[in-house]
């Protein structure tokens, strides 16, 4: 049997915002290349009323650029910085506004044909009072929007999103794990990034986006060996079940929060892992195994109070 590495697959265009270009709106107006913001909508009229909340930044993760989104006000109403790989469409009235796939104009979506365990990326947040940064993803066949519609709610194939309170003033990796509905082969993914709750922003948040990446699972491989494996904790101590001698050998365990974030992470050397109360670990968590080639993710529950 043979098996495609996982670096084949297809990834995000533009991931780490590095290419920028003019958008025809004049020298001033630029957008990192395949992303799009209110201002290159579908309804110029409203476009031309939108602020600008969004800029090129040298305060980069990796390479020379990220993305700073932040809130502001127009006509006294507060307004999220937001991004996409999608379209907007705005609207006066917010309830009707979406973002959604073109599917006839390329700049303006992503194919994606394969069904992956997660999506990561790297991010500071700096908000105002108890704003929340947020994050969505949504993998699917035809036409979708975010929010998703009644004629379109059933192209939906898998779907993540993270809402992030608190300051983080240092770069922060948030890996999020994808929901999925049904069986289908996606043909698009569509993303979303803000820098406040996207209905009612504290005017002042900011956020810095960076490295965007798609990871594993079984979107690339014929069969995932790690599909088999189990995980549970009992007695302070988590168990891994049906992991081979040879993978073994070349994987690591990362415990994450449900938003994501990482909170612990360790080499696999044995089927059991002492989980000390001292780790702080409580509540559901995210286990992901990976070896050099493979990944899943398992949810756990554990109990800081004796486990």
């Not at 705005?90 to 009707?96: D, K, S």
């Not at 992503?110 to 947020?134: E, H, V």
């Not at 820098?195 to 995932?224: C, K, M, R």
């Not at 415990?255 to 994501?260: E, P, T």
Request: proline share 7%; charged share 20%.
């Amino acid at each position: 049997m043979s098996f495609i590495p996982l670096l084949m697959a297809q990834q995000i265009e533009n991931p780490g915002f590095e290419d920028w270009e003019e958008v025809g709106l004049g020298p001033d107006i630029i957008e990192p290349v395949n992303w799009s913001t209110i201002k290159t909508s579908d309804n110029p009229t409203i476009s031309s009323l939108a602020p600008i909340t969004w800029e090129k930044s040298t305060n980069a993760h990796s390479g020379q650029y990220s993305v700073k989104l932040h809130n502001t006000s127009t006509l006294g109403i507060p307004v999220s910085g937001t991004m996409s790989n999608g379209q907007y469409h705005p609207n006066l009235n917010t309830e009707l506004a979406y973002v959604f796939t073109n599917t006839t104009d390329p700049r303006w979506n992503t194919p994606y044909t394969f069904r992956p365990d997660s999506i990561a990326f790297w991010m500071k947040f700096l908000p105002d009072g108890n704003d929340t940064l947020q994050f969505q993803a949504l993998l699917h066949v035809d036409e979708a929007t975010l929010p998703p519609k009644p004629e379109n709610e059933a192209n939906r194939v898998a779907y993540t999103r993270a809402d992030i309170g608190g300051t983080f003033e240092n770069w922060t990796r948030i890996a999020l794990a994808f929901d999925y509905f049904d069986s289908r082969t996606p043909e698009y993914i569509l993303i979303i990034i803000t820098s406040g709750n996207g209905t009612t922003p504290n005017v002042g948040s900011i956020a810095f986006y960076d490295d965007l990446e798609i990871i594993g699972g079984d979107q690339a491989i014929n069969e995932n060996p790690l599909d088999q494996v189990g995980v549970y904790v009992a007695a302070n101590t988590l168990h891994i079940s049906n992991l081979s001698d040879d993978l073994r050998m070349h994987s690591t365990l990362e415990i994450f929060d449900l938003v994501g974030r990482p909170l612990w992470q360790s080499k696999i050397v044995s089927d059991e892992i002492s989980l000390e109360p001292t780790l702080n670990l409580n509540g559901i968590c995210v286990v992901k195994i990976r070896s050099d080639d493979y990944v899943i993710s398992r949810k756990i529950y554990i109990n800081n109070q004796g486990f």
